[in-house]
């Protein structure tokens, strides 16, 4: 999956993923491959980009939105913490 991390300054993060957990207005999910396409608002929070299994990073967001698409992810934060 590609996973693009935008704010209104700069991309933060932009590659290949096999898992993105987001933290949602209803409560953090994860978006894996093949994950129906989906539209959410999103909260404050960490943003867990898993690349393989041993690796992940870390991103606090100040809210935005999340679009998952044929397993192309973008997330239009408002900010980075």
Do not use: Y
Not at 30 to 58: C, F, M, W, Y
């Amino acid at each position: 999956m590609n996973l693009e991390i935008l704010t209104p300054d700069k991309k933060v993060f932009e590659g290949e993923v096999t898992a993105v957990t987001v933290p949602g207005t209803l409560g953090s999910f994860q978006i894996l491959k093949d994950h129906a396409p989906i539209i959410s608002t999103l909260e404050d929070g960490e943003v867990i980009i898993k690349a393989n299994t041993k690796d992940e990073q870390r991103f606090f967001i100040k809210g935005g939105v999340v679009e998952a698409i044929h397993n192309k992810i973008v997330v239009l934060a408002e900010g980075i913490a």
